[in-house]
C-alpha cells in the first residue's frame, strides 16, 4: 500500500515536471523576433521563384495555418491542450511532417548510439574508477584509470575531430560520416547492419572517451572512503577472499550514488550527443534540434525538449523506485 | 590448562616520513585455554597495533618485523597467504572496535555469516550452514530472524552480537575483542560482556579484551596486561593488579581510578606518553617515574616474574631466585 502511495506521488510530480518545463519552453523561443514561416518562405524567396507581393499573403496563410496570429496566451493554451492529445503539431520548416514523425525518424539512431555508450562507459568507468581506489589491486591495473581521467578534461566533440582525423582520415580504419554507406538502401541483411556498425564506431569511441573518465573520477573518490569503512575491514578479519571483499563489501556500496548519476545520463543523452550527431553527420535527434533551433521552428524545439524533459523525469522516478531494491536502508 | 597462544617477541614497526615508529617492542605473552586477558593502555600504547599483528593483518607503512604467534602449536607468521585467510576466524577471530558499521549495509546478515563460512568450508550444504548460523545466532541470544534483517534493522547492542556471533561461528581458539562495548550504554555494554563470557564458555577458547575501562574489565577478566609504549609493563592476575599492583606505571594506572574514599581528588599520571618515533632509552617509563634510578635510563628491563607470581618489567624487582 505504501508502494503505491509512493507511486502515485511520484507520478503526479512527474506531470508537475512536464507542465512546469513545457510551459518555460513555450515561453523562451517566443522571446526571438523570428518567424520559423518568414524564415522558411525567405529562404525559398532568396533562391527565385516567388514575387514579394504573393509572399507576405502566403506568409499570412500559413501563420493563420499554424495560429501564430492568435495572441501569445491563446497560442499557449492551445499549445498546453494539443499537448493534452499528444499532438505535438507540425514542422514549420520541414512542412507538412509532424513533429512526432519526426521525432520517430530519429530517435532510434540516437538511442542505439547513446544508450549504448551511456552504460558501456558506465561500466567501464566505473570497473577503472573502484581498481583505482581498491589499494590490493596491481598497479599497472590501477593505472589504466589515469589517462582516462586525463581524457575528461577534453569535450567530447574536439575528441570526435582527433579520432575522425587519425583514425578514419589518416589510418582508414572507419568511415568518416554518415549513418551508412551513400548510395546503400536501408534494408535488413548482415552487410548492411556491418555497414551501419562501423558507421557508428568512431562516434560511440568520441562519446565513450569523452564520459568515461567523469565516472572513473567519481568511483575513485567514492571507494577511497569504502575502503576504509569498518565493514570492508571486519569482511578482511573474516577471512574472505579479496575478489568477494571488493565485489560484494565494497564495490557495491561503493555504486550506490553512481546509480543516482546513471540515471540522470541516460536522461540527458539526447543533448550530449548533439554536437557528436553533428560531426559526423548522423540523423538523429541531436541533428533534428540542432536544425530547429537554427530556424526557429519552435513546435520542434518544444517537441524536442518535451521528449527530453519526460525521459530525463522518467527515468529519475524508475530508478527512485528501483533504488530501494539495491539499498535497503531506504526500503519504504 | 593448555597453551593455546603465546606470542613471542612480537615486533612492529610503522615507516612513516618523520622516521621509524616501534609500535611494539618484542612483546611476549602466554594464554591457556579459558583464560580471558585484559589489555589496557593509554591511546597509542599498541593494544590495537598488537590485535592486528596478531591477526596479520598490519598494513602499509606498518610492517611486523619479527616474532611469533603460536595459536594450537601453529606459528600464524609462518603460514603462507592462502593459509593466513583461512586462520583467521577459524583460528583466531576479531571482534571490531567500532561495532557500529562493522556490518555491511546492504547486504542481509545471514548473507554475511554464510560466506565467511563459505571461505573456510566449501564443502557444507547450504541448509548445514545455514543452520550454523542460526544456532550462532541464537548463543549471542538474537533470534533466527535476524538471520534475514539488515543492519539498520538492529540496536547497536544488538549489532554487536552479530559481530560477535560471527566471531564465534567457526570455534576459533583465540578470540580477540577491540575494545567490544566503546560505543554502548552501560546496561548493553554489560550483555555484550556477558554474551562474550558465556560463548567463551560454550567454546572454551581464550579472550584478549582490550579496552580502556577498568572497571568493567575486572569484572570479566581473569589477568590484566598493562603495556606501555609498544611494551608489557606488567602481567598479573586482577586480584593482584587492582590490590598489589607492582610496576610503576600500573599502580600509577591503579591509583588514578576514583574511588569513594578519595571523592574530589583526581589523581593522573604526571608527564605525556612518549612518541613512538623517539623512545627513551632504557626503560620507556623512566622520565615519568617517581622511583628511576641509573640503571632505568640505560637497559631496558626484561618481563619476568615476581615473587607473588605476577610478570613485571622493571628494574625494582628482582629476579626470582
Known amino acids: 500500500m505504501a508502494f503505491a502511495r ?27 523576433p523570428r518567424n520559423p514561416v518568414r524564415e522558411r518562405f525567405a529562404a525559398l524567396a532568396r533562391s527565385g521563384g516567388f514575387s514579394p507581393t504573393d509572399l507576405e499573403k ?57 544508450l549504448t555508450t551511456t552504460i558501456l562507459s558506465f561500466i567501464i568507468g566505473n570497473l577503472l574508477g573502484a581498481v583505482a581506489a581498491w589499494p590490493r589491486a596491481p598497479n599497472w591495473l590501477r593505472s589504466i584509470a589515469t589517462p582516462f581521467m586525463l581524457l575528461q578534461g577534453v569535450p567530447p566533440i574536439i575528441l570526435a575531430v582527433l579520432l575522425l582525423f587519425f583514425l578514419g582520415f589518416k589510418l582508414k580504419l572507419a568511415p568518416l560520416g554518415g549513418a551508412y554507406s551513400i548510395g546503400v538502401i536501408p534494408h535488413f541483411s548482415a552487410t548492411f547492419v556491418w555497414d551501419l556498425f562501423k558507421h ?12 568515461v573518465g567523469g565516472w572513473v573520477l567519481s568511483m575513485r573518490g567514492m571507494g577511497v572512503t569504502i575502503q576504509g569503512e569498518d565493514y570492508v575491514i571486519f569482511a578482511e578479519h573474516k577471512g ?13 556500496n561503493a555504486l550506490l550514488p553512481q546509480v543516482t548519476g546513471l540515471a540522470l545520463a541516460l536522461g540527458s543523452v539526447i543533448t550530449s550527443g ?17 536544425a530547429a533551433i537554427q530556424s526557429n521552428d519552435f513546435l520542434v524545439i518544444y517537441g524536442i525538449v518535451l521528449f527530453i524533459t519526460v525521459s530525463v523525469a522518467t527515468m529519475m522516478v524508475i530508478v527512485e523506485l528501483l533504488y530501494p531494491l539495491l539499498d535497503p536502508r531506504i526500503r519504504v | 590448562m593448555t597453551t593455546v597462544l603465546q606470542v613471542n617477541n612480537l615486533q612492529v614497526t610503522y615507516y612513516t616520513d618523520s622516521g621509524r615508529a616501534r609500535a611494539l617492542d618484542g612483546v611476549n605473552l602466554t594464554l591457556n585455554s579459558g583464560e580471558k586477558l585484559g589489555l589496557v593502555g593509554e591511546s597509542g600504547s599498541g593494544k590495537s597495533t598488537m590485535a592486528l599483528a596478531m591477526m596479520r593483518m598490519i598494513k602499509l607503512p606498518g610492517r611486523i618485523e619479527g616474532g611469533q604467534v603460536i595459536v594450537d602449536g601453529n606459528d600464524l607468521m609462518a603460514l603462507s597467504e592462502e593459509e593466513m585467510l583461512n586462520a583467521r576466524l577459524s583460528e583466531i577471530t576479531y571482534i571490531p572496535q567500532g561495532a557500529m558499521n562493522s556490518l555491511n549495509p546492504v547486504m542481509r546478515i545471514g548473507a554475511q555469516m554464510v560466506d565467511a563460512i563459505k571461505a573456510h568450508d566449501s564443502k557444507s550444504s547450504k541448509s548445514a550452514i545455514e543452520e550454523r548460523c542460526m544456532e550462532a545466532l541464537e548463543s549471542v541470544d538474537l533470534g533466527r530472524n535476524v538471520f534475514r534483517m539488515f543492519a539498520h534493522e538492529l540496536s547497536g547492542g544488538m549489532k554487536q552480537r552479530v559481530c560477535i556471533a560471527i566471531g564465534i561461528l567457526l570455534k576459533p581458539s583465540v578470540i580477540i575483542a ?29 579472550v584478549i579484551l582490550i579496552g580502556h575501562d577498568m572497571g568493567l574489565m575486572c569484572q570479566f577478566v581473569d589477568k590484566v596486561a598493562v ?39 583526581f589523581h593522573g599520571i604526571p608527564g605525556l606518553a612518549p612518541s613512538l618515533l623517539r623512545l627513551p632509552s632504557g626503560c620507556t617509563f623512566h622520565p615519568r617515574c617517581p622511583h628511576v634510578m641509573e640503571v632505568c635510563k640505560t637497559t631496558v628491563p626484561a618481563l619476568r616474574t615476581v615473587p607473588g607470581g605476577a610478570q613485571v618489567a622493571c628494574h625494582l624487582y628482582p629476579e626470582k631466585a
Not at chain 2, 575494545?179 to 581464550?206: F, H, N, Y
Not at chain 2, 603495556?227 to 600509577?252: C, I, N, W
Open chain 1, 6 to 32: 509512493l507511486l502515485i506521488r511520484r507520478l503526479l510530480f512527474l506531470l508537475v515536471v512536464i507542465w512546469a518545463a513545457s510551459t518555460i519552453t513555450f515561453f523562451v523561443p517566443r522571446l526571438s
Open chain 1, 58 to 114: 502566403i506568409i499570412a496563410a500559413y501563420n493563420t495555418k499554424f495560429g501564430f496570429d492568435k495572441p501569445l496566451w491563446r497560442q499557449y493554451t492551445d499549445y498546453v491542450g494539443s499537448l493534452a492529445r499528444l499532438d505535438l503539431g507540425l514542422s514549420a520548416n520541414q512542412y507538412p511532417k509532424t513533429v512526432i514523425q519526426l521525432i520517430q525518424e530519429s530517435l532510434p539512431w540516437t538511442i542505439t548510439l547513446l
Open chain 1, 200 to 211: 557508428q564506431i568512431l562516434p560511440a569511441l568520441s562519446l565513450i572517451f569523452g564520459s
Open chain 1, 240 to 252: 574472505l577472499h579479496g575478489f568477494t571483499i571488493f565485489r560484494d563489501y565494497f564495490l557495491r
Open chain 1, 274 to 290: 548533439i554536437l557528436v550527431e553533428g560531426v559526423f553527420g548522423l540523423p538523429g535527434l541531436g541533428s533534428v534540434l540542432g
Open chain 2, 178 to 206: 577491540d575494545e567490544p562495548t566503546s560505543a554502548l550504554d552501560v546496561v548493553t555494554q554489560r550483555q555484550v560482556m556477558e554474551t562474550i563470557d558465556r560463548v567463551q564458555k560454550d567454546i572454551g577458547c581464550a
Open chain 2, 227 to 265: 603495556m606501555y609504549a609498544g611494551r608489557l609493563a606488567e602481567v598479573s592476575t586482577v586480584r593482584q593488579m587492582f590490590s598489589d599492583p607492582k610496576h610503576p606505571y600500573a599502580q600509577a594506572l591503579i591509583s588514578s581510578l576514583p574511588s569513594l574514599e578519595n571523592k574530589g581528588v
